[in-house]
């Protein structure tokens, strides 16, 4: 990669948002607008401790709270506004939003298999097929990116959004079983290029040290 594309390059500080009450209980939340538990809160907060030396250009969320709450608390250490973008959005799941991961296996066990099989044009009843939600996200990210080159940004969205970015920068395919972890309001790096995303690194979660649901109240 020659030295003028790196210096237009965009680097990407990507965030999947702190947690919710529905991710410690397992609960598929797809585009139902949970925010985050106490612990989530606090898990910003540390996150936004974290990134207060880096110099962002910009601060870019899902549109949904959860995402949205953990963006302003890093937006909010460098004196930027969350410029919001419903292409970040997790996958849409249909009938699956409000489930257990138990109650999708037990009440639709075949969709749950096809689920599990990770069959790229499947869609739950009212959802995305994987195929739609990975072209739509990657789209969106390469979307802001383009208009960001040289500077470094931030982009808060979901654990499926990680997962498709991370990806789309190791060109592993979307039938491929998941082996890289997705934590909540862990901090991960891509870079940007006309080229496409590579990856930079993943899953630094050293800020949230200690951190837990024992430790906080409401």
């Known amino acids: 990669m020659g030295r003028l594309v790196l210096e237009q390059a965009t680097r990407i500080v990507l965030i999947r948002h ?3 009450l529905w991710n410690r209980a397992t609960r598929i939340q797809g585009h139902t607008d949970i925010p985050l538990s106490p612990l989530g809160l606090a898990q910003a907060q540390r996150l936004a401790e974290a990134l207060a030396d880096e110099p962002l250009a910009a ?3 899902s549109d949904l709270a959860r995402a949205r709450q953990t963006a302003d608390a890093v937006a909010g250490r460098h004196g930027l ?3 919001l973008d419903a292409g970040l959005r997790e996958r849409a799941f249909g009938r699956f939003e409000g489930l257990s991961w138990d109650e999708i296996h037990q009440g639709y066990p075949e969709d749950a298999a096809r689920w599990r099989r990770r069959e790229p044009d499947f869609a739950v009843g009212g959802g995305e097929s994987l195929t739609l939600f990975s072209a739509r996200c990657v789209a969106a990210a ?3 990116c383009a208009a960001h080159g040289g500077d470094i940004i931030a982009l808060v969205a979901h654990g499926g959004v990680l997962d498709c970015l991370y990806r789309a ?6 039938e491929a079983p998941r082996s890289w972890q997705l934590g909540n309001a862990s901090i991960n790096r891509l870079l940007a290029t006309p080229e496409g995303f590579s990856l930079i ?8 040290a200690g951190l837990s649901a024992d430790d906080i109240t409401a």
Request: hydrophobic share 30%.
């Open 81 to 83: 506004g969350v410029q």
């Open 201 to 208: 690194g993943w899953n630094d979660d050293g800020h949230l």
């Open 18 to 20: 702190g947690e919710t």
């Open 59 to 61: 601060v870019y969320s």
């Open 142 to 144: 390469r979307r802001i």
């Open 169 to 174: 920068a190791t060109r592993v395919s979307l």
